[in-house]
């Protein structure tokens, strides 16, 4: 039909048949329905008044249909047209086909993620289901389809273990027969980003010699996939360049954009080439009318050098932002940060076109927090939302639209705000109370793997009133039971955030700490990005230490010794010079200089800011000689099993080792004083190891009543040794 037609959407043709169809809409039987909703898709028509017919039309006959293929076929199709209400109806009726289809066929279950990801609804019972069939088919699906569903699943920020490995094995098996630049095209961007370092280097020599051959299109997404491998081959990075060069004319908007942003990120050099590229994207830009399209392409033109900015970019800025969401007027004002920094002129005065697209920014920001009424939309433009402007300019007027609208809070929508209050650092106590009212009531409404969302707030900003004790909880009754269908990383954020309040559930740890559940972790990061391949190991570690200094009855072994000491030797092991004059200062409060000790690290590799050892009388003790110091690689001062016992053998009786820590305004809340839960968690686990805990929060020390050295040391010895115990 349409599809197969060479014409143009609005030809005289397609509107004559777009007319009979609108017609005899709704007397289409089912599948012919579905396949002309394909046809107007392919026709770019999905907002169209046809296309909101058949929206309604399966609305109205929805109970009648019983073909997985076509209720999926037309999700998809209607995707953009869709109401909450129809949305939640179509999601009851697709989980109820998938139970009854045939499994093999695999196409169902992922137009159902393709229905998700475009309606943007993480929906994770539906999405497991979907998953469990597709990993069943895995042996049948080649590398195009395991493609597709991989990026689907990215956009649903939906990372599932099991399909990842199966996936792995899959495309490895099919190395050898994706010998031609469509099919090793898709297998690269699949397996690229997955893969050890061998096959990472075999798929390169392979695109290496299939890089003449690669059209437009298959250059591009070679490309982005060689960045986010981090591909650091010069001469595969030129060959793949050279293709691109070449193609240029073909590119859309969008993709030019796609195509600067990853040679940027290769850090490839070639000024001519970026000249170029920079001159289309301004043609595209100064051309576009659509607000996405400008979007991007000017986030992309502000990370070009760039001596002066185009006044038609500018204009062409300005005409788009009242249509712009949160989200887009973000991009913008990091891309105006971006201008104004590289501008000449900036170091005198901000130029006043840049003044005068900042307040156009300002005002836009404003008015769509003022006019929003629904929480649901406010909360997926903020998803992706930071950096200065946001946090200067519309942080407060964002938490107080939150909480004009928090009777919108539901059990749908708690994990995304918590997520929200999570990343903002804003202890915002009626969102919280609410967040934890919402959950108490229902909890057996949210999926158990929500709970992780939910509970982070609460747990790193430190807010624990004995009525979040009991949503604690009940959460941890409602996860337990699941705990083996979690994916491991993810089981290590939750238990550690848990960790983070305090709270050590038994089932929940030794599910973790046992040998067959650390070698499917250790296979599930191999096939992350390195940035959260390292974070999870990070937070592995953090929450072996948590267990063994808090709940040393669980007999959980400290395992991250060797670990421990490769990270210290990466970072940096100097001291700072505001290190020494505090260290100096410190000599003079406690009598002599080798009473303090400077970047010591403890046990279990917690690293101190400064140490003493004070009497009885709260007299401070030197410190034995040097020689009896167990010095590290990198200059820290390190005590072990055998110093401890020597040096407190030389300590007087009723000695207290003191820590000082110094607390910088990451550990606090925004604008605020409330210390959040990591610190907490080091003092208790400081005091674990022995010390008394001195914290010297950022906002004392940098007030204006300690603006003298004098000021400073009393404050000193007012905290270390008047407030001893």
């Known amino acids: 039909m349409l599809a197969r037609l060479n014409v143009e959407p609005y030809d005289s043709l397609v509107q004559h048949l777009v007319s009979e169809a609108w017609l005899r809409l709704y007397r289409f039987p089912m599948p012919s329905l579905s ?27 929805l109970s009648a249909i019983d073909d997985a293929r076509i209720l999926t076929t037309l999700m998809v199709s209607v995707s953009p047209l869709v109401s909450p209400h129809l949305r939640d109806a179509l999601i009851v009726k697709a989980d109820s086909l998938l139970d009854t289809m045939d499994p093999s066929h695999y196409n169902n279950p992922r137009r159902v993620v393709q229905f998700l990801r475009n309606i943007k609804y993480s929906y994770r019972p539906l999405l497991e289901k979907c998953n469990h069939i597709l990993l069943r088919n ?7 389809n395991i493609s597709i569903i991989m990026g689907l699943y990215q956009s649903l920020q939906f990372n599932n273990c099991d399909f990842r490995l199966a996936a792995k094995q899959r495309l490895m098996e099919l190395v050898d027969s994706s010998t031609d630049p469509f099919s ?3 297998l690269f961007v699949a397996l690229g980003p997955m893969a050890g370092q061998d096959t990472k280097e075999r798929l390169e020599s392979t695109t290496l010699l299939l890089a003449e051959e690669f059209n437009a299109q298959q250059a591009l997404v070679v490309a982005e996939t060689l960045e986010e491998i981090q591909c650091r081959n010069l001469h595969l990075i030129q060959k793949i360049v050279s293709v691109v060069h070449k193609n240029l004319h073909v590119y859309k908007p969008i993709e030019i954009a796609r195509i600067t942003q990853a040679l940027i990120l290769l850090q490839y050099q070639s000024p001519e080439l970026f000249t170029k590229l920079r001159n289309i994207l301004v043609h595209f830009l100064q051309d576009s009318v659509y607000p996405y399209e400008v979007t991007m392409l000017t986030r992309v033109l502000s990370m070009l050098p760039s001596p002066q900015l185009d006044e ?27 201008w104004v920094r590289n501008d000449p002129s900036y170091r005198h005065n901000t130029p006043s076109k840049y003044v005068r697209l900042l307040q156009t920014l300002n005002r836009c920001g404003h008015e769509r927090l003022l ?29 107080v639209t939150l909480q004009r609208l928090e009777n919108q809070i539901s059990w749908a929508n708690v994990p995304e705000m918590a997520l929200f209050l999570t990343r903002t650092n804003h202890l915002c106590i009626p969102l919280m109370d609410r967040i934890a009212s919402v959950t108490m009531e229902h909890i057996n409404k949210i999926h158990y793997s929500a709970t992780y969302a939910t509970l982070l707030p609460f747990a790193i900003l430190n807010y624990n009133p004995p009525r979040v004790d009991k ?73 072996n230490r948590a267990v063994c200094l808090e709940c040393p009855e ?52 917690y690293k101190v800011d400064f140490e003493c050892v004070l009497d009885r009388q709260h007299q401070a003790v030197a410190y034995s000689e040097l020689s009896q110091l167990q010095i590290s690689d990198d200059e820290k001062v390190r005590w072990g099993s055998d110093s401890v016992g020597k040096e407190r053998s030389e300590f007087p009786p009723g000695a207290q080792r003191v820590a000082v820590d110094f607390l910088e305004s990451k550990s606090f809340c925004k604008q605020s004083r409330h210390m959040k839960g990591e610190a907490m968690m080091r003092k208790r686990h400081l005091e674990i190891l022995g010390y008394h805990v001195v914290q010297i929060p950022h906002f004392e020390w940098n007030s204006m009543e300690l603006s003298t050295q004098d000021a400073w040391k009393e404050y000193l010895r007012k905290k270390i040794i008047t407030e001893l115990p």
Not at 376 to 396: C, I, N, Q, R
């Open 554 to 605: 669980f007999q959980v072994p400290w395992f991250h010794e060797r670990y421990c000491q490769q990270l210290q030797k990466k970072r940096n092991g100097s001291i700072s010079p505001l290190q020494q004059q505090i260290h100096k200062m410190l000599g003079e409060v406690l009598g002599e200089i080798n009473c303090a000790r400077v970047a010591v690290l403890t046990p279990y590799f």
């Open 312 to 338: 038609g970019v500018i204009s062409r800025v300005e005409a788009v932002l009242p249509q712009c969401n949160l989200n887009d007027l973000n991009t913008f004002a990091m891309a105006v940060a971006k």
């Open 35 to 61: 396949k002309f909703a394909v046809c107007l898709s392919d026709q770019r028509l999905q907002h169209s008044p046809l296309m909101g017919q058949i929206t309604d039309v399966l609305n109205q006959k």
């Open 184 to 186: 090793f095209t898709k």
């Open 138 to 144: 895995i042996p049948h699906l080649d590398a195009e």
């Open 471 to 543: 949503m604690f909880d009940i959460c941890i009754q409602h996860f337990i039971p699941h705990i083996s269908f979690f994916d491991p990383h993810l089981l290590v954020l939750l238990a550690y955030a848990l960790a983070v309040a305090d709270c050590f559930p038994e089932d929940l740890i030794r599910e973790i700490f046992n040998v067959d559940f650390l070698a499917k972790l250790d296979s599930q990061l191999e096939t992350l990005p390195d940035a959260q391949n390292m974070r999870i190991r990070l937070r592995l570690m953090e929450l």
């Open 371 to 399: 006019k929003a009424d629904r929480l649901d939309l406010v909360l997926e433009e903020l998803k992706y939302m930071s950096g200065e402007w946001f946090e200067e300019m519309l942080l407060e007027e964002t938490m």
